[in-house]
């Protein structure tokens, strides 16, 4: 059987304060290579070692079943796949899973109940990376994956965006007059909403567009319908009633693909950088932070403030009444710079100066294309 060696790079940011940027400190990037062999089977190696426990073979008669992987089937037991594992949330069909596939078209892409088991997945050995949703350009963003960012230590190492184009599904026999409601998920409802109040149809929210599909093929419903992807109308056996039916043709969701090792940045094609920062309360502060990028003429993609979970209020200082008077809060912000950029360490450098947390979550190439 043949062995090969991954190599996983665990990276650690520091940085030294400097007023200047043209000190001889620099934020280095610290590396040390950890060596894990994954020998490989008839049909699915097995990585780092042979065990085949109770779990193990739970894991695998829940993916027989086409089930996601739930918080029950995340234990000590190692990832198995002859190819690249790739956990998304939801069940098959799911946009999340066209990302993936988009993402690594060779993969094998793993359902997950949750967000929170998709990240749990990957820092387990369960999966080798995961792609999840981080904002839509009609929806906003996922808040809940900000926050699970931050509470886990996986690195952001790719981006996919992804073209959302809704349908409206049923089961064969059924017209769309015969229809009293509509299952999706509730931005896709909301997505969609024109052309459903048009066709007078109840909608109902569900927890993924997937799923709506499989719960109406399933359950044979004849006045149902659900609002979902091709690719789940092929794989529950449903009829495709309408397609295109979102309010606006552009509708994006753009994926970030996370994994246990950082990958080492370059500046031979565009990168982003994702970061998150606090800063302590006072006139301009936030404006002082935006300011390290401007001067150094750093383009900001994206910004995100989320409550400071630990802290969300701080207590007011004026002795006035002792109570609450602010919210502490994280700010996300990604811009369009590699970490291997001087400008970009010598941005990060001064921002630190003043902040009172900075993480890299990952810097990483941009990617341009959808599908």
Known sequence: MAAFVIKSLVSQITAKHSPSDHTSSRIEIKSALISVKRRCGSKIPVLAASIHSENDQSIEAQKKKNGPLSSTHLSNSVSNGSCLRVAY????????????QKAYPNCE?????????????????????AVLPIENSLGGSIHRNYDLLLRHRLHIVGEVKYAVRHCLLANHGVKVEDLKRV??????????????TKLGLVREAVDDTAGAAKHVALQKLEDTGAVASSAAASIYGLNILAEDIQDDSDNVTRFLILAREPIIPGTDRPFKTSIVFSLEEGPGVLFKALAVFALRQI???????????????????DGNSGLPKYFDYLFYVDFEASMA??????????LKEFATFLRVLGSYPVHTSMV
Do not use: M
Request: proline letters at 5%; glycine letters at 2%; aromatic letters at 6%.
């Open 89 to 100: 949330q939801g069940v098959r069909g799911a946009y999340s899973e066209s990302a993936a």
């Open 109 to 129: 892409a793993v359902p997950c109940e949750q967000f929170d088991t998709a990240f749990e997945s990957v820092e387990r050995w369960l999966v080798d990376r």
């Open 183 to 196: 299952l999706s998920h509730p931005q896709a409802l909301a997505q969609c909403e024109n052309t459903l």
């Open 299 to 317: 383009n900001l993609t994206k910004i995100e403030s989320r409550p400071l979970r630990k802290q969300p209020l701080r207590a007011s200082d």
């Open 341 to 350: 950029d001087e400008n970009a360490q010598n941005a990060l450098r001064h």
